[in-house]
């Protein structure tokens, strides 16, 4: 299939649901061979069945170190290589204060959502060394940025995720290798459960443009990232939120 994608194959964990899932589709219909990375390894199957095989999948928690190191294995020896990967599997946690934050979801969230990126990152990176071109793409969040009450786990998170691509973006700068970042608000997606009605209230109300972001939207604007034509572009951090971001 011609596109510009043709020829590259794309790892996108969390790659069966929500924005990943979109992403995920608008890769392969400009082109690109995807291994999907995901926890839910029914929904893969699923997937990877509708697809008749063409879709890799690993069944992997991004959280577990080891497991991502294998999955990348797997994938560079299924595909033949790795040119780009999307890091978007990533959890919201319970809305909660500080003070009463539990511990365990503190820990949960940070492990999926930074712990997770830094793994997928780290893993990734020599294969796309190995063959001297990479595109990353990190999924962080407005929170990341200004914080959102009552969502401290995901927001602080989310800041690391970004701090985590300027800091790989400015070492692999002299590179073939680009590493950015996307920080949309809120975007309805399943993720949406997970969250009380006053939080996506409360978020909602911050984006001037007065409605959440659609999947479509984000995969326009991360695909850009993930082509060749992002080639002046690294450690930086591209805001999707209606509006809302002020900095």
Known sequence: MAGRFAGRCA?????????????????ASEG?????????AGTLGDTQARSRGATHTVAVDVADAEAVRDAAAETARAMGRIDILIASAGITG??????????????RVIDVNLNGVFYCNRAVVPYMEKSGYGRIVNIASIAGK???????????????????????GKELATSEIRVNCVAPAA????????????????MLSKIPLGRFGEVDEIAALVCWLASEECSFSTGAVFDISGGRATY
């Not at 790892?11 to 890769?27: F, K, N, P, Q």
């Not at 809305?95 to 820990?107: K, L, M, R, S």
């Not at 975007?187 to 009380?196: A, G």
């Open 11 to 27: 790892v996108v964990t969390g790659g069966v649901s929500g924005i990943g899932a979109g992403i995920a589709a608008r890769l």
């Open 32 to 40: 690109a061979r995807l291994s999907l990375w995901d926890r839910d």
């Open 94 to 107: 319970p809305n909660a204060t500080v003070a009463d934050y539990p511990i365990d979801a503190w820990n």
């Open 146 to 168: 200004e914080g959102n009450p009552n969502a401290s786990a995901y927001s602080a998170s989310k800041a690391g995720v970004i701090a985590l691509t300027k800091s790989l």
């Open 187 to 202: 975007v309805r997606t399943p993720m949406f459960d997970q969250m009380t009605p006053q939080h996506l209230d409360f």
